[in-house]
């Protein structure tokens, strides 16, 4: 972001933030706010039965697991207790991955916790004492966002902005971008280099080709990495409707980063994002605006929409408008709306995934292929995560 020249339009949501300090659960039909601090630890806090001190004393007491992989509700079950797996656990899963806790391994999707255990044999104690790495070189908005506690950030144009500096730096330097090109044809030249292009004739020629597009590439692979292809294709993903609301003359019954909602609750709706909170520099002319996100299907899709090819808008629009009205008590009609569906947007790390990943690399380094796989689908879905997975990429080809 320094380098692109976006530093001063960062907007940054600092960890004093309403936005950052309060996040809620909808379940049993009421908000609840999530705990924090020593008093949350101490008392029982709806929607738990129990003070969440006691999961924690069951985790430093708890054996070590022995399986090299296990899902991620029954990893927490074990450590912390039915409620906060149930609860809290599959909340944090639909939010993040859009996926079934109980589908997801806990190695893969937080390999921190995973790791924790099997160091410290305690997970609030291994995070306590950290992973002893050193942290890399930081740019100063790096250190800034440390100091601060950022819990997230956008710019002052939106994220696109992002996207139009990057075409802007990159386009006097000699790069060439195909943009709206789906790929179609990739294969091999004698002399080692890949032919990749839109059509089946003409295309680009290179060296080395990096590629996060996990579909699209497991289709177009050549017959000799058909096992590559076959590993890729084993990577599910989920598909989700985000349906952006905004509301004049209404207020939110609470102030915070948006709340989730547990699959025993309502598995169509994974939750719903307060913008206006966040970011109240995007309300445009309107600046009391009430701007929401609300997501819906994941893992849950096609038991609750059908087929996300074909699902109509105006039933996502339908159901994303009840989900406001009955949770946050908005009445009101909003005054502009956005749906949109994210095809099969989201990879699903199920069990497994870990030794998938490491044949696929043995795959790539015994058959000498010049291919590097970055992106969502391999270790980590975050913004954050594809941009360390093509630092690190791009680290190797340049030694």
Avoid at 68 to 86: C, K, Y
Wanted: glycine letters at 10%.
């Amino acid at each position: 972001v320094s380098e692109l020249g976006l530093e001063d339009d960062v907007l940054p949501v600092p960890g004093d933030h309403p936005a950052s300090r309060n996040r809620f659960l909808y379940t049993g039909g009421a908000l609840h706010k999530l705990p924090s601090g020593l008093g949350g630890l101490l008392r029982p806090v709806p929607p738990f039965s129990r003070a969440l001190l006691w999961s924690g004393v069951r985790d430093l007491l708890a054996p070590a697991g022995t399986e090299p992989d296990e899902s991620v509700h029954a990893f927490v079950h074990r450590r912390f207790g039915q409620e906060v797996a149930d609860i809290a656990v599959d909340s944090l899963c639909r939010g993040v991955f859009a996926g079934d806790c109980r589908a997801l391994s806990i190695r893969s999707c937080f390999p921190a916790l995973f790791k924790a255990e099997r160091c410290w044999r305690s997970v609030l104690l291994g995070l306590a004492l950290g992973s002893g790495k050193e942290r890399g070189t930081e740019s100063g908005l790096s250190r800034r966002a440390r100091a601060e506690r950022w819990s997230q950030w956008s710019l002052r144009g939106g994220m696109e902005s992002l996207a139009e500096a990057l075409v802007a730096f990159l386009r006097p330097r000699g790069v060439e971008l195909h943009c709206h090109a789906p790929l179609r044809r990739l294969r091999r030249h004698p002399d080692g280099r890949w032919q990749v292009g839109p059509r089946w004739q003409g295309g680009w020629g290179t060296p080395h080709l990096t590629s996060p597009l996990l579909p699209a590439l497991a289709e177009v692979l050549p017959a000799e990495a058909e096992p590559l292809s076959q590993e890729l294709r084993r990577i599910p993903a989920v598909s989700v409707a985000v349906v952006n609301l905004q509301y004049e003359g209404v207020a939110l019954p609470v102030t915070g980063f948006g709340h989730l909602v547990p699959s025993s609750e309502d598995a169509s709706l994974l939750g719903i994002v307060y913008d206006s909170v966040a970011f109240p520099q995007h309300n445009g002319a309107g600046a009391a605006s009430v701007r929401l996100t609300v997501m819906l299907g994941g893992a849950w899709f096609g038991q609750s929409f059908g087929d996300p090819a074909a699902v109509a808008p105006a039933l996502l629009l339908q159901r994303a408008q009840a989900a406001v009205r009955e949770q946050l008590g908005l009445e009101l009609a909003p005054t502009r709306s956005i749906v949109r569906v994210h095809q099969a947007c989201i990879p699903q790390y199920t069990l497994g995934h870990w030794q998938r990943t490491e044949r696929i690399g043995r795959f790539l380094e015994e058959r000498r292929l010049p291919l590097s796989l970055i992106g969502a689908s391999y270790a980590g879905v975050s913004v954050n995560d594809c941009i360390a997975s093509a630092k690190v990429a791009i680290g190797r080809l340049l030694g």
